[in-house]
């Protein structure tokens, strides 16, 4: 019976890390690029982000190959400022845009980047371990038509729902 429990435990958050089958993560990763503020502008609905606006993601090195995580947003429904604390780590290789990230002690879940601009670091195209986990962000609170255009087409591709994308106040 432990056996049983134990590869049960194991699957379910195994399922934690993996992503949607048509998502891939970009290769040519650069961890130290990706670090600073981002900004979000746009995500698909979660009970964690919801009711939030100006919301950011900071990440920095911390020791041991993790990094840290600080999300931030304003809940206009209580005047106040919301902060979640977390970390993340590479999952395989340095090169890869694929970590799995912790904001609740020990359990992790995926955080895979399937999309950006390789030559700035200026967007990134998000996805969590399935396809009900997708934002878009950038490193200003606004992006042009043109990369907006290109994730609702990469994110559509890959069998999220863009027609329920929240477009998030900044």
Not at 13 to 39: I, M, N
Request: with cysteine; proline share 4%.
């Amino acid at each position: 019976m432990r056996n049983i429990l134990f590869s049960f435990v194991s699957f379910i958050l195994a399922g934690c890390h993996g992503y949607p089958a048509a998502v891939t993560p970009v290769s040519g990763f650069e961890l130290e690029r990706y670090l600073g503020k981002w900004y979000e502008i746009a995500r698909l609905d979660h009970s964690f982000e919801r009711g939030l606006e100006r919301v950011t993601a900071e990440y920095s090195l911390g020791g041991n190959g993790k990094v840290k995580v600080v999300n931030r947003g304003f809940a206009m429904s209580t005047n106040e400022w919301k902060e979640a604390i977390g970390k993340a780590y590479l999952v395989r290789e340095a090169d890869e845009g694929y970590l799995k990230v912790s904001f609740f002690g020990p359990f992790y879940s995926s955080y895979v980047i399937f999309g950006m601009d390789h030559e700035k670091y200026q967007y990134a195209f998000i996805s969590g371990p399935s396809e009900s986990y997708l934002w878009l962000l950038s490193r200003t609170p606004s992006v042009d038509k043109g990369v907006l255009d290109l994730f609702i087409k990469s994110a559509e591709r890959a069998g999220f729902d863009t027609d329920k994308l929240i477009y998030v106040p900044q």
